[in-house]
């Protein structure tokens, strides 16, 4: 699989070989600060028993990031203006000491890089370059779990369901601002002006909330 993308990578025309470098530095951004958060920061609000699904993600986080890595290598200079220590200052923002909003938070952001994945395959751009988009699939099929199992671990630690559509606007305004200079590269990749931003109807922002009990 590996080979194949990389191959896909070489043979993109240049206006798409631009766009796709443009967005795989967010995403690459974003899989080393999970790699963090999983292998660092989150499993201390859990258990010895319970920290084994985050020492799995970390190692899929690092894999991803690795993967999107040799990708970027074959790629040009993206000509967008893109604020790298605005990136990981989002990233690292997602961090709080009420363990179940950091989870939720986590949640929230995965789940809008599954949807920015899926307009990526499903996008015309990408059509004739099957390695590539096998690739980008992993990806997603892993963060589509990663989303899973940090939902469980908000509810558990205290987290109504109710609230996860208020911590998704949350992070969703967030992500907006982020990533507004790369949206013409969305609109190469994806064929749509339509940005990633909050859900029509959803709550306001939640607030912090005091930190969850660590179990014992």
């Not at 859990?46 to 020492?55: G, P, Q, V």
């Not at 990708?71 to 997602?94: H, K, M, N, Q, Y």
């Not at 099957?130 to 469980?152: K, M, Q, Y």
Request: proline share 7%; glycine share 4%; charged share 25%.
């Amino acid at each position: 699989m590996v080979e194949d993308s990389v191959r896909d990578i070489a043979s993109l025309p240049p206006h798409i070989a631009i766009a796709l470098a443009t967005l795989l530095r967010f995403l690459l951004c974003g899989e080393e600060s999970a790699t963090h958060a999983f292998g660092d920061s989150l499993p201390h609000s859990l258990a010895d028993t319970e920290r084994a699904s985050l020492e799995v993600i970390a190692r899929e986080e690092a894999a991803h990031a690795w993967l999107i890595g040799q990708w970027t290598t074959s790629l040009p200079e993206t000509p967008v203006a893109f604020d790298v220590a605005a990136t990981r200052r989002f990233f690292r923002r997602l961090q709080t000491r009420d363990r179940a909003l950091h989870f939720a938070r986590v949640a929230a952001l995965d789940a809008l890089v599954c949807r920015l994945l899926s307009r990526l395959i499903r996008g015309d751009a990408l059509t004739p370059y099957a390695g590539l988009r096998a690739g980008l699939s992993r990806i997603r099929s892993d963060e589509i779990e990663h989303v899973r199992v940090s939902r469980a671990h908000a509810i558990r630690l205290g987290m109504r369901p109710a609230e996860f559509s208020a911590v998704a606007v949350e992070v969703e305004a967030r992500l907006a601002v982020l990533l507004a200079p790369a949206m013409p590269a969305i609109r190469v990749m994806t064929g749509s002006d339509r940005p990633i931003r909050p859900r029509s109807g959803a709550r306001a922002p939640a607030k912090e909330r005091r930190p969850a009990p660590t179990p014992g």
